[in-house]
């Protein structure tokens, strides 16, 4: 009877941690306040007309308190590394649709680099996912961005 109770007691305690609400992580947490504070004086410089050159923002400066935090981000799928069966092996996690695809890229601590521990499906990159984990100050740098942050993966999820 001892090894039933016990046996219940891990199985409940693994789903619960399975079925852990994560709290959500706004992207602009990201970004120190005076970065916030200089994007937004870019942003009001920034001429509409597309005549002049793109503006790129590059700033790699990270939140120290968001080292360690276990949170879900919203975000779109940008794959880095991929399978001969066509699985997503790494990708970045970006803000909006087409990041990194486009130039210029989101600053460094807009992007997340994402490693899940098994492959995922190729998905519809162009929906959003949530990405619940642990969020790490951590750089990697690839031909298409770099990234100040990364997280370690618990779940990869469509967003709804």
């Known amino acids: 009877m ?7 007691s891990l199985w409940l305690l693994a789903v619960a ?7 959500e992580i706004d ?13 937004e004086k870019l942003q009001a410089s920034i001429d509409h007309e597309g ?8 700033s790699a400066k990270t ?8 949170g879900k981000l919203v975000g779109y ?3 880095i590394s991929v399978s001969p069966q066509n699985e997503i092996l790494e990708f970045f996690l970006v803000p909006y649709f087409g990041a990194c695809i486009h130039v ?30 642990t969020l790490r100050i951590r750089q990697v740098e ?3 961005a770099k990234s100040s942050y990364a997280i370690d993966p618990v779940r990869v999820v469509p967003y709804q």
């Open 27 to 39: 992207w602009l947490e990201l970004m120190p306040p005076e970065e916030i504070a200089l994007l």
């Open 104 to 133: 210029p890229p989101p600053p460094p601590n807009q992007i997340i680099h994402v490693k899940p521990d098994k492959p995922l499906p190729m998905v519809d990159i162009w929906d959003p996912y949530w990405v619940e984990g």
């Open 2 to 8: 001892k090894r039933i109770l016990l046996f219940l």
């Open 142 to 144: 690839n031909a298409m």
């Open 63 to 70: 939140v120290d308190r968001m080292d360690g935090v276990e």
């Open 17 to 23: 941690a399975l079925a852990k609400d994560y709290r």
């Open 77 to 79: 799928i940008v794959p």
């Open 51 to 58: 005549t002049g050159p793109a503006v790129q923002f590059d």
